[in-house]
């Protein structure tokens, strides 16, 4: 299967910190990635669609001032989660269809972000 | 909301088939079954997925019932490594947008014992 992988896989950070997220396929070409959370025994949420030379598309309730989305290339999206407050600790997932969007979504590793 | 259903936990014993139950009654034409799961700690894994014929690759068999209204994933010869949440979802293909994106639930968290 296509490769996707994330940078850092675990950030710890101080309150009022921006902290940035890659989300890069490896193997493949995206033009849309996906980003998700996952808080602890809970499912995974989709926050936002990332869209390659296009504005994101954001979840109903996520902030887009909040979290920054750029889709820089066509084998790289960023997340950064502006003036992180502790209950934005989370797992955050991206992933990637290769070849469009209407194809499998194949998921990064996730990066564990803990904000004191 | 998911528009699935599937239990929330099952138990299978080393080496033995696990089989995944999942209930989609509200299956739309055009909507395919995916299946991933998600080990401790890491990004979900694509398994498999199928429209209405049961598809097998080298990690599981996938069943569809003629009515697709349920399905059940196999897993011929469970090994530890496969304790893990499944989770089975109803997707669309060939739309962009949110329309094709993945909405999990809570899955089946499969423990594999030795």
Not at chain 1, 58 to 75: C, R
Not at chain 1, 94 to 105: D, I, K, L
Not at chain 2, 93 to 111: A, D, H, R
Request: charged share 15%; aromatic share 8%.
């Amino acid at each position: 299967g296509a490769v996707v992988s994330q940078h850092p896989s675990r950030v710890i950070c101080k309150s009022g910190t921006s902290v940035k997220i890659e989300c890069r396929s490896l193997d493949f070409q995206a033009t849309t990635m996906f980003w998700y959370r996952q808080f602890p025994k809970q499912s995974l949420m989709l926050m936002a669609t990332s869209n390659e030379g296009s504005k994101a598309t954001y979840e109903q309730g996520v902030e887009k001032d909040k979290f920054l989305i750029n889709h820089a290339s066509l084998t790289l999206s960023t997340l950064t989660v502006t003036s992180a407050h502790p209950e934005d600790s989370s797992f955050y997932i991206c992933s990637a269809p290769p070849g469009g969007v209407m194809n499998t979504q194949y998921f990064g590793p996730g990066t564990r972000l803990t904000v004191l | 909301d998911a528009k699935t259903t599937q239990p929330p936990s099952m138990d299978c014993a080393e080496g033995r088939a696990a089989n995944l139950p999942c209930n989609h009654s509200t299956i739309s034409g055009n909507e395919y079954v995916y299946w991933y799961r998600q080990i401790h700690s890491q990004g979900p894994q694509y398994i498999i997925h199928g429209l209405k014929n049961n598809e097998t690759n080298e990690m599981a068999s996938l069943i569809i019932t003629e009515d697709r209204k349920s399905s059940t994933l196999i897993l011929p010869h469970a090994t530890l490594r496969d304790t893990a949440v499944y989770y089975c979802i109803v997707r669309r293909e060939g739309y962009g947008g949110s329309q094709g994106n993945l909405i999990f639930g809570k899955g089946t968290k499969l423990s594999v014992k030795p």
